[in-house]
Each structure stands twice: as C-alpha cells, then as structure tokens.
C-alpha cells in the first residue's frame, strides 16, 4: 500500500520548520556578529572587531586576503594552526577556506563584485540567536500560488539594482528572462536574478512596513518545462539583513514593488517575548 504524497499544507509546514532550522545554525542569520570590509592599501594590515590577527588586501590584485597571526592567537585556517603569515582564500575561489577563532566562533572570507574583500565573523552563542524568538509567517493560502509567464532574454538584460547600505550607489544585475502574470486583472512584469540555478525575485508589496518586513522580502523559484514559472508567494521568505544587521541586501527593484498586499510568506522575525528582534 502506498502511502498518500504530502499535502500542499504538509508541505508549508516543513518548509516552515527548515527555515526556522536554518536561521539557527552556527553560521545561520542570527550568528552573524561582523562583516569586516578591507578598504586599506595591499600589504597594509589592519585588526578586526572581536577576533585575533592582522589582516590585509595582497599586492598586484593577488586573490585572497593575508592573515599575520601568532600561535597563541589560537586561529585555525583550514585545520591548522596559524603562526606566521598565510593566504585565506575567499567564498568565490574553488577551495575557500575556513576559519575558527575559538569555540563557536569561526568566519569565511567573502568578495563582492568589484573584487574587495571582507572577513564574516560568526558566533553560535551571539545575542541574536540567544534572543531569537521564531519568524513570523501567514498560514498557507493556494490563492498566492500563481502561474507567470517566462519567456527568456537571450544574453539577459541588466537592470540596476540598489543595496540597502550602498548609500544610493546602483549594482548591475542581470535578468535572465521576462516574468508576466495577472492579479486582479492587472499586468505585472518582474525582474528576478539569476541565483544559482533558480532565480531570486527581490520584492514589496503593500505589506512592507506594515504587517511584514519594511525593506521586502525574496522568492525563490525556477521555471517549468511548459515555458511557464510558479510564484508560490506562500514560501516567500526574509532577507538576511531582516535577522542581522551585518548583512547588505538588494532592495526591490521598481518593477517588483507592488500596490497590492500579499498576505502569504513570512512576516517578520521575532524575540522570545513575541516582539519584533529588531
């Protein structure tokens, strides 16, 4: 006999607790306690807030970041013990390293697309995730389960994009394909980056602010084989920066700031005494 599959309803709600999951891990959201960008001039060292070592950008565009560090410093970069001076290599090169500062507390090295580092510092014991509460969340609604269109760009479109601490400062980011559905009989097109091998659709909505997150919230989703793409709003989930102030994220673009209120994903993060965390 074979079991029934899982319902839409199921389905949310392990979608629910994933989340809850992965926001609490020692290098989820909520541990996040520094992004350390390294502004100074190659060779040029510099400490960072909260850890041990001397730090610098390398000379002639070199990948990578160096660590001075002393044995007692107690650093440990790719399972060994750092004592004199080393490479650490970034998030975006083949091998990354890792990092451990001492019990829970560890960082990576990342890079932006203009090539400048910066050094993320996690902590599994940091207020956040001691004062973290749960996130916040409409019940599952199929009526926010919508079927666009999806029609692809060939060689994408570029769309600027603004960043939440970039003081007004425009990324270009690169749109994949056009998105169109109806709501209320009204037209809507949207753009969503291409992140990984689904796409990201960054959004507001007459929520923002109000009964959800103010900056707006992302979607994840990928196109179907029929040459459309589901928008299930149901698992439309937080920012990074809604949990931590140490993160940077993209606002919405005009096309995806819509008028009407989406009732459905997740709403806000929430303390231990059922407030706001932030």
């Known amino acids: 006999m074979t079991e029934n599959p899982p319902t839409a309803e199921e389905l949310y709600a392990t979608f629910r607790e994933r989340r809850n999951q992965a926001v609490t891990t020692p290098q989820g959201n909520l541990a996040l306690t520094n992004t350390a960008w390294f502004y100074g001039l190659p ?7 909260g850890v041990p070592g001397w730090w610098s950008t390398r000379e002639g565009d070199q990948p990578g970041i160096s660590l001075r560090a002393e044995a007692s410093d107690g650093i440990i970069v790719d399972d060994q013990l750092v ?4 490479v650490v290599r970034a998030k975006n090169d083949e091998n990354p390293s890792s ?6 507390v560890t960082g990576f090295v990342i890079a932006n697309e203009e090539g400048r580092y910066a050094l993320r510092v996690w902590n599994a014991q940091s207020e956040d995730l001691k004062n ?3 996130i916040d969340a409409y019940a599952y609604n199929p009526a926010w ?9 060939e060689g994408g479109r570029a769309v600027g994009v603004d960043h939440l601490k970039d003081e007004g400062k425009t990324r270009e980011k690169i749109i994949p394909a056009d998105i169109a559905f109806a709501h209320d009989g009204v037209d809507y097109s949207v753009a969503a980056f291409q992140e990984g091998r689904a796409l990201l659709l960054v959004f507001a909505d007459a929520t923002s602010g109000e009964s959800t997150y103010s ?3 992302f979607l994840m989703c990928t196109p179907n084989s029929d040459g459309t793409i589901t928008l299930d709003f149901n698992r439309a989930y937080l920012p990074p920066c809604a949990f931590n102030h140490n993160f940077n ?3 919405p673009p005009e096309a995806n700031r819509f008028t009407f209120a989406i009732e459905a994903g997740e709403k806000n993060v929430l303390n231990r005494e059922g407030g706001l965390l932030h």
Do not use: D, H, L
Request: with cysteine; aromatic share 12%; proline share 6%.
């Open 83 to 86: 004592e004199g001076t080393i």
């Open 215 to 217: 900056v707006g919230r």
């Open 249 to 251: 994220c993209p606002m």
């Open 99 to 104: 990092i451990v500062f001492g019990e829970g």
């Open 132 to 134: 973290f509460g749960g």
């Open 43 to 49: 060779g040029v060292e510099e400490q960072v807030w």
């Open 145 to 153: 389960v919508i079927q666009a269109t999806f029609t692809p760009i």
